[in-house]
DNA sequence: TTCTTTGTTCCGGA
DNA sequence: GTCCGGAACAAAGA
């Protein structure tokens, strides 16, 4: 599922393609994704063209010229392809275990005016396409409720304290809030704590300034590697059927209940259960 | 038919 | 007023 490394990774992949191209033509085959969209969004957006493209959190921005701004959820399974003018496919995110018929979820199509085309593709349609002003984006709904970058110097120890003074969470939801740290989802929530040898039930009020510091380290280093991987994968990668199977992600407890811990002098076993309706993944005897 | 997946929102209770 | 966890919701595939 694409968390903040697989939606950085995106925006890399697309800002050396699209920066200073312009919208030719917008076609919509699925108006309705997470939120309709809006029926303006072509008119507003053809002729314009693409200035910078960033992320926060999980959301892409491409801002455009005449202070307009596409701000963009890939949800569960929202990608991007990108067609050049021989129609070979590169693939933009990465692949999920979904296969059939994939072009009948080709839901946005923008046309760019180097004859390529760039596909929002979602099976799930659990992702998002938005039309909002540049100038006032803190304003957003979206993005004013988000906590801090976690790669970001701001995501410290001196932060991390105050977030989370007089809290009564468990570690696996504060980790999960993103008011607290923006980006992170089940996944990355579950590698983290498993790298920190931390219980994602134990409450936030148990732990140290020792824990709190392997929790921020860790997920820094966590997020930093999958961007590389992800980014290495990505260049390699281009075909023209679209056949998948390029990347998957290697996790270290994500997926794999019953199975022993990778752990140097651990082999404890991994076990699932559930944390506010989401799997959670973690070795009994190392994370305590 | 039922279960699974995620982020977000809503709601009752503390 | 604020915090918390559980449930519901979206769509589609297994």
Redesign the pocket.
Known sequence: ?P?LPEVEVVKKSLKNKIINLSFRKVIINTN?L?YTINKNLIKTITNKKILTISRRS?YILINLDKNITILI?L??TGKFYLVDKKNRKKKTSFYY?????DR??NHVIFYLNNQTKLIYND????GFIKIISTNNLEKN??LR?LGREPLSSDFNLKYFKKSIF?????LK?IL?D?KIVAGL???YVNEILHMSSLNPFKS?RKINDNDAKKIINYTKKILKKSIIEGGSSIKNFSNSDGKDGIFQQQFKVYGRNNKKCTKNKCAGIIKKRN?????TFYCIRCQK
């Open positions: 599922m968390e309705k997470r999980k959820h949800g569960m275990k979904i296969s059939t018929n009948k979820h099976v799930r349609k659990f709904k979206h409720v007089n809290r009564k969470k468990n939801n999960m993103q989802g089940n996944i936030i944390i506010s309706n989401r799997s």
